[in-house]
């Protein structure tokens, strides 16, 4: 039985991508996906795609506190919420996120959640720690990088991978909040 679910914040439910290609002037689609399939590797793609190099660090220095703040949900982050507090009670739920390393960027995630989830405001855990640590049999941790989720399985919790253009679930990614219920449907309270 899960008592306590993680839920990733960036690209599950606040559309980090497309936040991160409007700061850099690089045009996004996430229902025409630009880059390959299955894999996230935003900067080498842009490369091919932009003709020029775009660095880690010039994302990283978009990451500031305004930046978080500013995001949009993803277009399917509401519908994955309200599947997840369905199945389980807002107590039970915890934002699990890993800030990038500009020094703004927790700032600016805790102010979009005090802004768009209120109510999960202290029960957001920002941490650049590996999200495997918090791995118990009876947690569930709901992200879509595909690193994350196999660390937290091979911890001994439960995982279910968002699927999402860039990771291996690519393939359902026009069916997130069908899955994320079949999902939950096998780990009702």
């Known amino acids: 039985m899960i008592k306590t679910v993680f839920l990733d914040m960036d690209d599950v439910l606040a559309d980090f991508m497309r936040g991160l290609h409007e700061a850099l002037n690089i045009p996004y689609d996430y229902f025409n996906y630009p880059y390959k399939k299955g894999e996230w590797n935003i900067l080498g793609y842009q490369i091919k795609l932009q003709g020029s190099i775009i660095t880690f660090d010039q994302c990283n220095d978009c990451c500031d506190t305004l930046f978080w703040q500013n995001l949009e949900w993803m277009h399917d982050g509401y519908d994955i919420l309200t599947a997840v507090e369905y199945k389980y009670a807002p107590a039970q739920i915890y934002l699990l996120t890993t800030p ?59 995982a279910l991978l968002i699927p999402r253009p860039w990771n291996r679930a690519h393939l359902q990614a026009d069916r997130t909040v069908e899955v994320v219920k079949e999902f939950l449907e096998r780990y009702v309270r």
């Open 100 to 158: 990038m390393p500009n020094v703004d960027s927790p700032t600016g995630k805790w102010l979009w959640v005090r802004d768009n989830m209120s109510m999960y405001y202290k029960r957001t855990i920002i941490t650049q720690a590996p999200k495997h640590l918090l791995a118990r049999p009876d947690t569930l941790l709901i992200d879509d990088k595909d690193e994350n989720v196999d660390g937290f399985r091979e911890a001994g919790g439960k």
